[in-house]
C-alpha cells in the first residue's frame, strides 16, 4: 500500500514559489564536482547558496572554479557550544537565504534538471510544509548493496505513509537530509535548524519540529529526480552508519527489540528451512518479496533482494557497533555524539 500511494514528482507545472538551493560543504573536494555542475544545469533558475565550513582540501577553491558567479559562497562560523556542524551550517544557509521554499541537498547528490521545478511542484501540490523526496541511493561495492537498500525499504516497510501526513503526533516522522524542501514560513515557525542544534539526525528531528509548530510533512519518490551515493566503501559505510543509527532509536532496549524483531523474521524463521519447516521458504519469500517491492518504488537493484537475511544481519551489528561507539565517534574532526 505505501508504494501505491509514494508520492511520486510533479509534472511539469512550473511551481509559483521562489526557491534557494542550499549546500553546506565540509571537506567535500573529493566528490562534491558532479552535485555542482548538476546545479548549474538546473532549471527555473533558483538562487544557489552554498556554505564552506571550515574547509581544509580546497572545497573552497573549487566551488569557485565551477560555479562563478552562479553561487553565492558563504565562509562558515566557528560552531557554537552545544551545535553540531551540519545543523550549525545549515541555519547559517537559511538565514542568508531569501525564498519562499529553502531547498536543502548533501554534497553526494546529483539533482536532475528539473528536479528542483518539479518537487517544489508537488510540495505546493501536496499542501504539506516539509517534503523529502528520496535519491535513488547508488550502490558500487557488495557492502553498500547489501544495506544501502534498507533506507528506502524499512520506512516503505514499517511507516503508515499517508497516516504519517494527517497525524499531528511528532514521533510519526520521517525525512532524509540528502533531498529535502521546506516552506520558509514553516521553517521560521519550527525554530529552523536552531531548535535540532543538537541532534544527530537533523533531518528527521526537523520534520518532527515541523509538525509540532503545527505543520505537515511527506515522503515522496525522488528516484527521477536526484541520484545519491552516499559511501564508496565498506569502511566508509560503518562509520558513516555508526555516527548516526543509535539516534534512530529512543533507547538501548528500543534498539534490541527492534533489532530482535527484524532478526527473528527476516532471518531466524528463514533459517528454520534448514530444520525442514517448509514455512521458513515461505518467510524468505516474503522478506524478498518485500525488498522487490521497495526496488521497484524507488529506483533499486531487484537482485539485491536475494540477500535479504544477509542484510539483516549486517544492518543488526552495525546497530550494535553505533551503540558501543557513540561517545568517542568524530566526523570530519569533530564530536559527532551530544549527550
Known sequence: MNALLLRR????RRP???????????????????CLRALLALRGGPAIVVLDDGSTDGTAELVRRVGGDRFTLLSGRPLPEGWLGKPHACQQLAD??????????????????DAIERATALLEQSGVDLLSPYPRIEAGTIGERLVQPLLQWSWLTFLP????????????????GQFLLVRRAAYDRAGGHAAVRDRVLEDVELARSVKRAGGRIALADGSGLARCRMYTSWRELADGYGKSLWASFGSPAGAAGVVGLLLALYVALPLTVLLGQWAGLLAYGLGVAGRLVSARATGGRALDALAHPVSVVLFAWLVVRSFARRRRVTWKGRPAWRP
Do not use: K, N
Open 16 to 34: 509559483a514559489s521562489r526557491v534557494a538551493v542550499l549546500l553546506p560543504l565540509r571537506d567535500e573536494a573529493h566528490r562534491v564536482e558532479p
Open 161 to 176: 505513509l499517508r497516516a504519517m501526513e494527517r497525524s499531528p503526533r511528532p514521533s510519526l516522522a520521517a525525512a532524509g
Open 96 to 113: 542568508a537565504a531569501d525564498a519562499d521554499v529553502l531547498a536543502f541537498i548533501d554534497a553526494d547528490v546529483v539533482l536532475a534538471e
Open 9 to 12: 514528482p510533479a509534472s511539469q
